[in-house]
């Protein structure tokens, strides 16, 4: 890799198996459901041998940072979160690994209260801002945190945010709440003044219509409009266990939204999953006062079976 290149690697909804039992002060509506749902279906689609083989392909491919972008869980168990954060140390240390949480890690209610992001103690070195990235966040608020990558010339500002939140059974939305979109605002202004490629990554597609109207982000219409006045070089995110381009004309210039297939899927599903795959996503100078040129290289499966291939490289 050249030397003024950063390389984010990004996977996505490891849906880590096999389910736990659920102890008996956990159990609710939602949770009965997911779990049926997990039994009926979902444990044939993610597999945890997959993401094990996928994870192993991305340490291999040594990328500058690791960013894994939620739903690492199935029904928010406290002993699914706690494994989540023993397997994320096959992907590295928390100073090179960044996660945020996805609807399937903030689940539903702990002895019957709403935790929300206190469910995750297990995963704060993996969400916490790094030295340089501190100087931007607010210290009183767990997200959106910061983490400046840096390799020779090229500094990429990782700003994660958190749109999980506890839901109803079979509802899957997400939610960013208006502190966090002020917060983002201020990160991005200060850090496109520092002259920082800006990565957002956050887990539900950051659009109105980017998800069914029982899954989506309900702020996404804030979000987006937020992003295009302020300004992005590339946002990231998971939930729709697809891979999707698209591009939105910011007020800064041309945004790439780039979503993610599953980590764990190996063979088709009746939803029309994509099989798994991990983006890297290389930044490099694109000369005097251009924008940094982004390359998108995916690695994955293209059939089942098969060995971890790349499945496509372009330009963003
Ligand atoms: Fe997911
Ligand atoms: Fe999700």
Do not use: C
């Amino acid at each position: 890799m050249p030397a003024d290149t950063v390389t984010l690697a990004q996977i996505s909804d490891v849906h880590l198996g096999p389910l736990p039992p659920i102890p008996l002060q956990l159990l609710n509506l939602k949770r009965i459901t997911g779990f049926l749902n997990w039994h009926r279906k979902r444990r044939f689609m993610h597999r945890t041998a997959t993401a094990n083989l996928l994870a192993a392909d991305v340490v291999a491919q040594q990328p500058t940072h690791i960013a894994v972008t939620g739903d690492l869980a199935n029904i928010g168990l406290p002993s699914e979160i706690e494994r989540a954060a023993v397997w994320m140390q096959r992907l590295g240390s928390p100073d090179i690994v960044s996660v945020i949480p996805g609807n399937h890690d903030i689940y539903s209610t702990i002895d019957g209260r709403n935790v929300g992001i206190a469910a995750l103690s297990t995963w704060q070195p993996y969400m916490t801002p790094n030295a340089e990235g501190a100087r931007y966040g607010d210290p009183s608020t767990p997200f959106p945190f910061v983490r400046v990558v840096r390799q020779g010339t090229m500094a990429v500002a990782l700003i994660g945010l958190n749109s999980a939140v506890e839901t109803p059974p079979l509802i899957a939305i997400g939610r960013l709440g208006d502190a966090q979109l002020k917060a983002l605002a201020g990160i991005l202004d200060a850090t496109r003044s520092d002259q920082l490629v800006r990565v957002v990554m956050l887990h539900h597609p950051p659009f109105p219509g980017g998800a069914g109207p029982r899954h989506e982000l309900t702020d996404a219409a804030a979000l987006a409009d937020l992003l295009d006045r302020h300004g992005a070089e590339l946002v990231i995110h998971g939930h729709n266990h697809k891979r999707s381009i698209s591009y939105r004309d910011g007020a800064h210039g041309r945004i790439p939204v780039v979503g993610i297939s599953s980590a764990s899927i190996a063979k088709p599903t009746p939803h029309g999953d994509d099989l798994a795959r991990a983006h890297f996503f290389s930044f490099a100078s694109g000369g005097r006062d251009a924008p940094a040129r982004i390359t998108l290289v995916a690695r994955g499966w293209a059939e089942t079976g098969g060995p971890i291939v790349e499945l496509e490289r372009r330009l963003l």
